[in-house]
Structures are given as C-alpha cells and as structure tokens.
C-alpha cells in the first residue's frame, strides 16, 4: 500500500474511482470537442474535466489531485485559456473585426469544421475547468482558526 | 405540456421547501432536486444543450455548497428596522410587477416567439459559420462578445475567490504563513 491509499474514502469507493475518473475525463473531452456538430460545448465540457478532478480529489484526498494537476497548472491554464479566447477574437482584426470567423468553414457534420468555434471551445473549457478546480480547492483547503477570526 | 406542469410544480416544491427547512444539508439537497427538475424541463423543451450546462454545473455547485457549508451556522438576522425595510420591498415589488404587466401584454404567446433575429441565425447559422449545432454558432459566432463577458466574470470570480479565502489573505500582521496551506 503506498500512501496514496492510506487518505480519503473507502476502498469500495476508490476502487470505483479508479475506473470511471478516466471516464469522465473523456467523456469531458468529447462534449467540449464535439460543442460544434453535437449538443455540448466548452463550458459544459470544461466543468465535466473539472468534475472528473473534484471527484479524484474527494475518493483519494487532496494529495492525489493535486499530485495530477497543481496549483501552478491550474493557475497556468487559467490565463491560458483567457488569453487564447481574446486572442483569437483579436486575430479576427487580420480580416476586418473583432470576433471574425476567419479560419475556414470545412464540411458540416465533421469534427474540423466550424472556424474558430471549435478553438474558442477548447479555450473556455480549459478557462471553465481550472477557474472551477482553483474555486473548489481554494473552498475546501479554507481552515477557520476556532472562531479568532475578525477579531 | 402536461408533464411540464409536473415539473413545475415540484421545482416549486423542491424551492419552498429548501427555503423553509431548517437543516443545511438537506436544504442544499433540495436545491438540487429543483436544478435536477429544471434540467429535465430544458430536455423536453427540446435544448439539450442547456441542459447539459445546467447538469453539470448543478452537480459541481452541490459539492462545493456541501463542502462549504457542511457543519457551519450562517448567521440569520431578523431585526432591525422592519418598517422601513418592508415599505421599500412592497414599493419594488410593485414597480416590477407594473413593468412586468407592461412588458408581458408585448409579448407572443408561449411557444410562438418572435424570432426575427433567431430567424436569420437558424438559416444562414450553417453557411456562414459552419457549425451544425447553431447553439455554437450563436455564443461563439454572432453573440461572441457575450460570451467574452461570461468569461471575464468567471476569471474576476476566480481572482476574487482566490484572493479573499487563500491563507496569505487572512493572516494576521506579523504571521508567518507556512507554504503548505497557501
């Protein structure tokens, strides 16, 4: 047993975590790269990546999260992902305005079609799911010293 | 229409009683059943796109509602001056049932929208963005700048929560803050 399993739930319940995180994770991944053919998009795809960390973090303990996903990365794909969603609406100005679809259409129904909508989804995805993970990391690592506080 | 109804009814339901229990725990938990009620009446609404969303991020708002305020009192306040108070909610209250009585005669009827901007989104949507799910194409095409402001808020929440609660925030003058509960 390494100590990694000796924190958090039971063995039932990090056992099952084991096999659908992954799960999740994917399932995550599809919604936001599909936003563009099928029902889904970034923000709901974002919060599902987020979901898939939270629920690691409640079977196996903060440790574990936090071991896959820092706080330095999330605090980096934070930023990345706002900076990449102005950015792209900037680039719009190469062909006359703010938020133009610049790139190419393609065929409709495949997975690289849309322009910039499939780009501007991985950008609030990745923006979604890390401002989501700081705000539950940063809400349940909260230590209240005993009722001294504001005094 | 009928099994609308019965959605409605027990989000009310679920809303009444989440407002009226006394236990925090099992009021977050009512709260939920009212989202998961909502969720359900967007799918027969036919949007399955906001019914994802509101899925998700109604499960990850229980968690975080349930780790935050598991085992702590809020604080309930219920004097002070009642008179004043209830004359301003009676005059607001008021104000916006005149407004909404206005705008409400302006209205078509439930399920037959206007639909004159909508109208040209459904059908240039696929020719000038690509995009098969025209949700897409209106929150990451025509209505853009929305959604550049949805994020702004999300980033500002972020910031602000980070801010406020981490550990380097609340220390007292003069504490030494130990790296591990940053």
Redesign the interface.
Known sequence: MSKEHEKGMSVIVKTITRLTVGIILLFGIY?LSH??????????GG??I??SF?HLM?AYGKDAALKRMP?KAISFF?GF??IM??AI?LLGFTGGY??L?FLP??E??RLF?????PL??IA?SL??GA??F???I??????FDGGT?GK | MFELYILLIFMIVGAIVAVELKDLLSSVIAVGAVGLGLSITFIILKAPDVAITQLVVEILCLIILIRATLKKDLPFSTSGRWLLNTSIILGFVSLFLFAAYKAIGDLPRFGYPIMRVADTYLKQGLAKTGATNIVASVILDYRAYDTLGEATVLFTAVIGVLTLVRRVGRKKINEKVDPEDE
Request: some cysteine.
């Open positions: 919604i936003g563009h053919v099928s029902p889904g998009g970034g923000f709901a919060v599902i987020a979901l939270i409640l706080k934070e992902g706002a969603f102005l609406a703010f938020f679809n259409k393609g409709p129904f079609s849309a322009g910039i909508i501007c989804n609030i923006k979604v401002g989501l700081a705000i539950f940063a809400l349940t690592l909260l230590k506080e």
